[in-house]
């Protein structure tokens, strides 16, 4: 660190903290746990900014967000108290800051380059946090249309409306397109409103972005399974260029004896029919989840995160996490395994499920698992567990949650064989989020398999500066061949 | 929303009802299912069509009182609009030629055989259907079937229609016969389809039968539809919903489907006490 970049005056070395709801209350709830700061500390967080200059040498914050927000110029707008210049620098750049504020591993990305935490005992300035007080300020006070560019007279489809749909959807519409979301289900936001837990994300926050990117002039039109309501051949006619972020929504499973018994179901059945179906609130909603005594998540994600605490909630007596590897390696964000741990989730680490046995009832009622130990790293680099063969053991359970990842749904590539995919069936695109079929783009987890809302808004992002390119200059379509490399 | 252009009761507890779903119409096809959800806070159920109408734009499903949703889409109105439809969802019947098949349909599985005869005939192939029902009252669609059959039997529980028993009792009699018989479809209720399955397996006669199997989504998403066919996992909302019959695991889609029993007991008695409250 160079003489200038030293903080002038002290900053506070740690993070302005976030009051939350305390644990033994909130698991009586699906309300956020995390409860917002005001504008006196929020501005107070700001200061605490270096204003770093970015430089070839040097990596800061910005070098860490997929979608490159200009996060110093905020940051300044946000300590100066101009709340709506912030706003405008942050909706340059994301159309869902609310949203990221909220799922994003900042700490991995942003505030992981973030310069003042290179100084011993600082924290990195919480950008996070920062991004979700400008988005929710904008929300309460209400969204101002932003002036839009004249209309170019194009049509484009966007198949899907997760993160990534709805970040290309966005910018296409900011960029004078006219933009048709479709999405499968009864409710735009995807993974943002099936998987993701009130608790963490509320939906009316997902709803309110949802709602701001209609404002930019997109469509929505929800009950559309493209493939099946409507075919690509159909779409690549009416429309002039068509994007795909279909997501990965399929579960992955582990093909183990008594998979299927009552009880054990995929993290996305149990996500889906609590959060999307609103079975919180059976029988004042329509759709059951039916919660035992004493569940297991298996999983060492987010996503099994949320399902251990969403478990909580829906009343079980104990949620477990078995996931094969040790804490160090468990992929949630440290956030995330922080709040489980607070909440009263137990980990069983170094273990794995092997068999489900179940009683006359047909339901699951305990589980053989194996013991793991660490080996050499893998190609991830995470050290490779390795069965402790003779060391099994078992474990009494009433519900089984499988959150071990998830595969690219395939409906849309099984009915459309134009497009190339990969052996993992996601679909090949090049740097241009171009696909095999000429004037169709595609991007997020149905490309990269399952990743994280940030990346996949990322991906959307390039993808609508692709579509712009593809329609406004005249190149031509990589072959086939060059999609192979 | 999707309004209901037509409604009418066929018989006590199952209802006809025309929906407005003109993408839906226009590539609908003979197998396929529709995820329908009523209100904004309502479950999202499979319901099979019976019927589409690409030019009108409507899509036809016959429901059976059975759950607190299908209960709540009997009391609904023409006019009345619907939350959610999608579709068409799974894969469509092979329409093709085999020669000589046979079509049974049990109770309300009968509104899914229709568009499968229909499909069938229309490929060229000699179509018998075997239709059956508790009572002669509880029978439906029996003319639409026939004007696609080239031979129709009606089976009653109690013998008010046609034969006094089950619907397998004349397919055996017709392979008794030793009449040739190329393919077996059967719907309906899940015992039924067993027992289908079991009489066609010392023949080897190809049987397709078509799952029911309690979904969420109907688009792959979740696998609470997941069974087990030759031993595999597949979904029957995007894999099917009509597999191998032979090579289906029954027991489990029985088991499988008794899972929220209980909180369906629950949401009926809930829903029996507010319309009664409302009357």
């Known amino acids: 660190m160079t003489e200038e970049q030293k903080p002038k005056k002290k900053r506070a070395p740690k993070k302005y903290s976030m009051p939350e709801q305390p644990p033994e209350e909130r698991i009586q709830n699906f309300n956020e746990v995390p409860l917002g700061q005001d504008a006196e500390t929020i501005m107070k967080e700001a200061k605490r900014c270096l204003q770093c200059k970015r430089s070839e040498k040097r990596k800061i914050c910005v070098d860490g967000c997929p979608v490159g927000i200009d996060i110093a110029g905020f940051i300044m707008k946000l300590s100066e108290g101009d709340f709506e210049g912030g706003v405008a620098i942050l909706k340059q750049y994301n159309n869902l800051p609310a949203v990221c504020g909220r799922v994003c591993p900042y700490e991995n990305q942003c505030e992981g380059y973030c310069v003042l935490a290179r100084l011993k005992n600082y924290d990195p300035v919480a950008i996070g946090r920062m991004e979700r007080f400008l988005a929710d300020w904008e929300r309460a006070r209400g969204f101002r249309k932003p002036e839009l560019p004249p209309r170019k007279g194009k049509k484009i489809a966007v198949v899907g409306s997760g993160p990534a749909g709805l970040t290309a959807g966005a910018d296409l519409a900011k960029k004078g397109y006219d933009v048709t979301i479709y999405e499968a289900l009864h409710a735009a936001g995807g993974v943002l409103v099936y998987g993701i837990p009130e608790f963490r994300l509320p939906k009316a926050i997902v709803q309110a972005e949802v709602d701001y990117i209609k404002m930019l002039g997109v469509e929505v039109i929800t009950d559309v399974v493209v493939g099946k309501s409507i075919t690509m051949q159909e779409i690549t006619q009416i429309y002039d260029a068509v994007f795909i972020g279909t997501g990965a929504g399929l579960p992955k499973w582990m093909n183990l004896p008594g998979e299927n018994l009552n009880g054990i179901l995929s993290a996305n059945e149990f996500l889906t029919r609590t959060n999307l179906m609103r079975s919180y609130l059976f029988p004042g909603s329509d759709t059951p989840n039916r919660i035992g005594k004493k569940v297991v998540t298996l999983g060492g994600g987010n996503v099994a995160m949320d399902c251990a605490r969403t478990a909580l909630r829906l009343g079980a007596k104990e949620s477990w996490i078995v996931y094969r590897r040790t804490e160090a390696e468990l992929p949630a964000r440290k956030e995330e395994t922080h709040h489980a741990m607070e909440e009263g989730v137990k980990f069983h680490f170094l273990a794995s499920p092997v068999k489900y046995f179940s009683d006359e009832s047909g339901f699951v009622n305990r589980m053989e698992c194996c013991k793991m130990r660490l080996g050499e790293p893998d190609e991830s680099g995470r050290r490779r567990p390795i069965i402790c063969e003779g060391e099994n053991f078992e474990m009494d359970v009433d519900t089984v949650l499988i959150a071990i990842g998830q595969s690219p749904n395939p409906i849309l590539s099984q009915a459309t064989p134009e497009l190339k995919t990969t052996k993992w069936g996601t679909i090949v695109v090049d740097e241009w989020q171009r696909t095999a079929m000429k004037g169709v783009f595609a991007a997020g987890d149905i490309v990269t398999g399952d990743a994280t809302v940030i990346l996949a808004m990322g991906g959307g992002k390039r993808a609508a500066e692709a579509i712009d390119r593809y329609l406004t200059e005249d190149e031509p379509w990589p072959s086939s061949e060059k999609l192979e490399k | ?279």
């Open chain 2, 1 to 279: 929303m999707y309004e209901i252009i037509d409604k009418k009761e066929l018989t006590p507890g199952i209802h006809l009802l025309e929906i407005n779903a003109p993408m839906i119409a226009k590539n609908a096809k003979a197998g396929q299912f529709v995820m329908l959800m009523i209100n904004d806070v309502g479950e999202r159920i499979p319901l099979t069509m019976a019927d589409w109408n690409a030019e009108k734009g409507t899509i036809t499903i016959i429901a059976l009182e059975v759950g607190k949703t299908t209960m709540n889409l009997g009391k609904m109105k023409k006019g009345d609009k619907l939350r959610s439809v999608v579709g068409p969802l799974g894969l469509e019947t092979e329409g093709r030629k085999y020669g000589t098949v046979v079509c049974i349909g049990g109770g309300i599985g009968i509104a899914l055989m229709y568009p499968v005869v229909r499909a069938l005939k229309q490929a060229g192939n000699k179509v018998i259907s075997i239709m059956g029902a508790k009572t002669a009252e509880t029978l439906i669609l029996e003319d639409e079937i026939a004007a696609h059959s080239d031979e129709l039997f009606i089976c009653t529980d109690d013998g008010t229609k046609g034969h006094h028993g089950f619907v397998s009792d004349i397919l055996k009699q017709q392979l008794d016969e030793s009449k040739q018989v190329d393919m077996v479809y059967a719907v309906g209720p899940i015992i039924m389809m067993k027992v289908i399955t079991d009489i066609t397996r010392p023949y080897e006669i190809e049987t397709i039968v078509s799952l029911n199997p309690i979904m969420v989504d109907g688009t792959g998403m979740c696998g609470s539809c997941r069974v087990s066919v030759d031993g595999k996992m597949k979904f029957a909302c995007v894999d099917g919903p009509e597999f191998d019959g032979h090579k289906v695991d029954f027991q489990l889609l029985i088991e499988r489907n008794k899972r929220y029993l209980e909180e369906e007991k629950l949401a009926i008695e809930r829903y029996a006490k507010e319309v009664q409250g409302g009357d």
